[in-house]
């Protein structure tokens, strides 16, 4: 079993709509939970990061975390033609676990 | 100022040659990571030094692989030799180590491997 899982998608939106990712993880020593995006030929690039059970809140991104059900949240509000990209989830109780990424597109 | 950057973006090597991949951190970064992600699979840990000294090689695949990084500054990672399954991007990631484990790492570009 995988420490980190991810739906790989792909994942196709029009622009505005709300775009949900998530992943589920096995390892309870995980403590810090991150959402990274990568656009392509590129390195990824934190997003959002998280400590504790709950939501956090960035413009347009939210991410949740729900550490009793080891389940992870990204969720993009009125999406853009430039939010198309991977976006990987990864924590960490010392070095980054990352699940396999989803892409997405949202299509102008 | 910079980020992280790699060189070289990509390398196409026959099984059985060698290949170095470099990899410059941020400057003032004490940790560097080594990160790959193989076709189809997620990015997996390789190792992280902190300042010179390797802290965790826990995820290098096998003897083949060797990191160094000279002086605490840039790092190298030589895989000799290069097998068909070593292809994919290597990725580093450097941060500032203020906080441990919890830093933001910063990824360069990634390295692109082909073993033909």
């Known amino acids: 079993q995988k420490e980190v899982e991810q739906d790989p998608g792909p994942l196709s939106v029009p622009e505005g709509a709300i775009v949900s990712l998530n992943c589920t993880y096995s390892?309870?020593?995980?403590?810090?939970f991150m959402w990274y995006r990568q656009y392509s030929r590129k390195g990824p690039e934190l997003l959002m990061y998280?400590?504790?059970?709950g939501n956090k809140e960035d413009g347009r991104f939210t991410a949740q975390v729900d550490k009793s059900s080891k389940y992870i949240s990204l969720f993009i509000r009125d999406s853009q033609p430039s939010d198309s990209a991977t976006y990987l989830c990864?924590?960490?109780?010392?070095?980054?676990?990352f699940g396999a990424g989803t892409t997405v597109t949202v299509r102008a | 100022e910079a980020g992280v950057t790699q060189f070289p973006s990509h390398s196409v090597i026959e099984k059985g040659q060698t290949v170095t991949l470099r990899c410059d951190p941020i400057?003032?970064?004490?940790?560097l990571y080594w990160y790959r992600r193989v076709m189809g699979k997620e990015i997996k840990f390789l190792l992280h030094?902190?300042?010179?000294?390797?802290?965790?090689e826990s995820g290098m695949p096998n003897n083949r692989f060797l990191a160094e990084r000279t002086g605490g500054t840039y790092s190298t990672l030589k895989v000799q030799p290069a097998e068909l399954e070593d292809s994919g991007v290597y990725f580093c990631?450097?941060?500032?180590?203020?906080?441990?484990?919890?830093?933001?790492?910063?990824f360069g570009p990634g390295t692109r491997l082909t073993v033909l």
């Open positions: 990864a924590m960490t109780d010392y070095k980054l676990s």
């Open positions: 998280t400590y504790s059970s």
């Open positions: 030094f902190v300042k010179e000294s390797k802290q965790d």
């Open positions: 400057s003032g970064h004490d940790n």
């Open positions: 390892n309870s020593a995980f403590q810090y």
């Open positions: 990631a450097s941060s500032q180590g203020l906080r441990g484990s919890t830093d933001t790492q910063y």
